[in-house]
């Protein structure tokens, strides 16, 4: 089945007359929305909205039609261009398609039902790669999104409080010992919310090397510093729309805690090399296993960003403090691990599920998840016996 959408069309062109009739032409087809500019200046102020297409008049006053199609490609070149020019000149037409242009439609008699094929055309690219990336992410979402398992009474307030803020933008920090699911929380809040189809993207703060990381959060502009050899999009950009998960943000650098303080404020990255500011739409969720409240006592973490991080604070208890979730966890990971491995299914001994009790998951539940995938190779028998249970940590 085709998919339809809505094309947002950007018209530059100083001529008021002329660009409205073009604009209600185009607008005779009802999955088309034109927006109209008569500058180029008055453009680019909007150019952070990302329309699918733009058809730019080339005989602007002041910036000049071929600088708009220049700024827009260096922009995203997703975005379609069409120049619209009375002008026929080959150098010219050269000119706009060796800038990226989409198309070159001279200014004649014909220009209308030119103009309406080469939008339909258009058209139709960009709803198969809207169709793709919605595809994509729907896969993500039954593939990556496995439920939260859990009845204990630590389990039920997560999920309450997951509900609460799901649907909203506030900021929400995840705390929690190594293991105990932050990241599938994040997750959790981003494919219940408005922004599920949108990208979620997760960075590890301290996995990248210090060096880098400005550049892998904010991306750069080419040549904005040795080795910057092309221009690349930053994380912050990647998630427009969507969900930045920042693990481990108790590692931040000190000065990258300021910078990302001034994000957070103004919803507004500026890429490394460049002095334009993006705004954004994202929504922010951190995660740490430390205790960061100790972190700004020791003066390692920014007391302002810290306070503005915990919009909502959401605590994950360790397993041991979660009753008999220990088991339904392990039924869980067990019929998953039996399936995926095409095993016939195996059951868990009374004797074993007494010793899973009993231990402590100093690595949590994804230390149960492992010991229960080990177990299940190790046993002979359809049932999981102590035997076939190894513990990493100290029992
Ligand atoms: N309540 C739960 N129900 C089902 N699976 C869970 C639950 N909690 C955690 N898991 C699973 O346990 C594993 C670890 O979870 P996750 O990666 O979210 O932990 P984390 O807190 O981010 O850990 P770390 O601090 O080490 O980064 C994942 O495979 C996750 O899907
Ligand atoms: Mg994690």
Redesign the pocket.
Known sequence: MERKYITRIFLIDDDEMYSQIIRSTIESNDLFDVEVFYSGEEFLEKLSERPDICIIDYNLPGISGVDVLKHIKAYDPDIAAVLLSGQDRVEVVVEAYNNGANNYIIKNENVIPELQNALKNLAKQIGLKKELLELKSQIVDRNKY?????ESKA?LN?LRLIQKVEKTDIITL?T????????????ALHYNSNRRRNAFVAVNVAAIPADLIESELFGHEKGAFTGAGSRRIGKFEEADKGTLFL??IGEMAPDLQTKLLRVLQDSKITRLGSNKEIKLNIRIIA?T?KNLFERVKEGKFREDLFYRLQGFLIH?SPLRERDN?VIL?AR??LSEFCRENNMSQKTISKSSINSLLGYTWP????E??STIERAALLSENESIDPEDIIYAGNQ
């Open positions: 496995s439920r939260i398992i859990g389990t997560l995840v929690g010992e190594s293991g105990t699911g932050k990241e599938l929380v994040a997750k693990d481990e995660a296993n994950l979730d966890l869980h990971f690595g949590n539940v994804r149960l998840k």
